[in-house]
């Protein structure tokens, strides 16, 4: 089975300049996160979608983060613009949601480093 | 939601059994206790899960008493292969975003 694909895996980027990060789950997973993991700390949840549906976005930062994941499968995340504090890995995650409880299913992430 | 309590660190050696104990005393009836694994430059890796009592899998064993206001991880005859991060979650049920604490980083040496 293949895992969670997350594209670019590196990203240097200058300041107010835009960047998007790329998630391709788990193949019939529903549910796709975006956690954003800050050196030093454990990854801290972005974004969550039920299939093309969004579940919780309480902790995104919407002035400058979007996310998007069309037709239910792939997901995109966007910075624009980007401050110094966005430089951090963009962790991605996927579950079959069904059951009881369920894996999350992790990404190797994306290191985002803001010049 | 339950916040976990763990040991920022610890240190080990090859052979050795490691247990690392997680807090949660504020648990909720329906919450799961949940370990996952972090080495550097990789996403989270799931552990093992349990409800209560114990638990054991062909990596890890997890040991939550009766009051589940605790549970231990415990890692067999570590290998220096087995320095990561490991976190302690409380999830709800199926499709609910996990939080992290800081986990518990383990250095294993030879």
């Known amino acids: 089975e293949a895992g969670v694909a997350q594209s670019p895996r590196y990203k240097i980027i200058e300041k107010r300049q835009s960047v998007a990060f790329w998630c391709n789950p788990i193949?019939?997973?529903?549910?796709l996160y975006w956690y954003q993991q800050i050196l030093g700390q454990g990854p801290k949840l972005l974004i969550q979608?039920?299939?093309?549906?969004?579940?919780?976005d309480s902790q995104l930062p919407k002035d400058r983060f979007s996310a998007e994941r069309l037709k239910g499968v792939d997901s995109t995340l966007k910075i624009q613009p980007a401050k110094l504090e966005d430089s951090a890995v963009y962790l991605c995650?996927?579950?079959?949601?069904?059951?009881?409880?369920?894996?999350?299913?992790f990404g190797p992430g994306t290191r985002l480093t803001v010049l | 939601l339950a916040k976990t309590t763990q040991p920022i660190s610890m240190d080990s050696y090859e052979g050795q059994e490691v247990n690392i104990t997680c807090s949660h005393n504020?648990?909720?009836?329906?919450?799961?206790i949940t370990w996952y694994q972090q080495f550097p430059s990789q996403g989270p890796r799931f552990i093992i899960q349990?409800?209560?009592t114990k638990v054991t899998n062909e990596v890890a064993s997890l040991f939550i008493p009766a009051d589940r206001k605790s549970s231990t991880l415990s890692l067999p005859r570590v290998s220096l292969s087995d320095t990561a991060v490991y976190y302690c979650?409380?999830?709800?049920?199926?499709?609910?975003?996990?939080?992290f604490g800081k986990g518990t980083t383990l250095s294993v040496s030879s």
């Open positions: 995650a996927s579950s079959t949601t069904s059951g009881t409880t369920d894996t999350q299913y």
């Open positions: 193949s019939g997973h529903a549910t």
């Open positions: 979608f039920q299939n093309n549906g969004v579940v919780d």
């Open positions: 504020n648990i909720a009836t329906n919450d799961y």
């Open positions: 349990g409800y209560k």
């Open positions: 979650l409380v999830a709800l049920q199926a499709g609910t975003a996990l939080i």
